[in-house]
């Protein structure tokens, strides 16, 4: 069984670009969330989708944002990129409805470098 | 809100010998708690979880962790460690469709 799958797996943008990061979540797996993991503020929530529906939302502000797709599949896009949003993002999903009870399964993440 | 506290950065560690690795939560309900690894350069990787039951939860890799009300902590343990459980270690607490994640315990394993 495949595992939750995000593309790119690295990535280097410039400052006050755009970028859409891609997650595949496993396959029946209709919950996925998207967390930011950094060196300085850890692992931090972004967002959580449940049937294309955004749940929850992390204090981040309106340059990111989200959508799942009515296969499960997501995308979250960072508008105006800047150097502090250089870090590991990481998607996440589960089976059941309440992940937050049931535990997630984590993709490997996608690098983001601004420069 | 509930929030993660991991009071260890770092702990080294010979191989065979015992790790404890601590966890302190705070929630108001009952909590739902979560124990992930990291190995560099990788995603987290779920090793056990605690929503009710038993206190002792046992985990993959040979894991165990025990949580305490009275003491809001949930703290990790293996009897023997190996070479392979050099990695980050993360405590999360769930709640409201998200894990709120502690600081995260970076394990050195000496031969």
């Known amino acids: 069984k495949a595992g939750v799958t995000q593309t790119p797996r690295y990535l280097i943008k410039t400052r006050g670009q755009q970028v859409t990061l891609s997650c595949s979540p496993i396959?029946?797996?209709?919950?996925v969330s998207w967390y930011q993991q950094t060196p300085g503020q850890g692992l931090q929530f972004l967002f959580e989708?449940?049937?294309?529906?955004?749940?929850n939302k992390g204090n981040f502000p309106g340059r990111f944002s989200g959508r799942q797709f009515s296969n499960s599949r997501s995308e979250m896009n960072v508008s105006t990129l800047e150097l502090g949003d250089s870090a590991l993002y990481l998607c996440a999903s589960s089976p059941k409805p309440k992940g937050d009870l049931y535990g997630y399964t984590f993709g490997s993440g996608t690098r983001l470098t601004v420069v | 809100a509930q929030s993660v506290t991991q009071p260890d950065i770092h702990i080294t560690v010979s191989e065979g010998a015992s790790l404890e690795l601590r966890c302190n939560y705070s929630?108001?309900?009952?909590?739902?708690l979560f124990w992930y690894v990291q190995s560099p350069g990788q995603g987290l990787q779920l090793l056990l979880k605690?929503?009710?039951?038993?206190?002792l939860v046992q985990g993959i890799k040979g894991f165990e962790a025990e949580f305490k009300r009275s003491q809001s902590s949930f703290n990790l343990r293996k009897p023997s460690v190996h070479w392979s459980d050099a990695a980050e270690y993360f405590c999360?607490?769930?709640?409201?469709?998200?894990?709120?994640f502690g600081a995260g315990t970076t394990v050195t394993v000496r031969a």
């Open positions: 396959s029946g797996h209709r919950s």
């Open positions: 999360a607490v769930g709640a409201n469709y998200k894990l709120s």
């Open positions: 605690y929503f009710s039951g038993d206190t």
């Open positions: 989708y449940f049937s294309e529906t955004q749940r």
């Open positions: 929630y108001g309900a009952t909590p739902y």
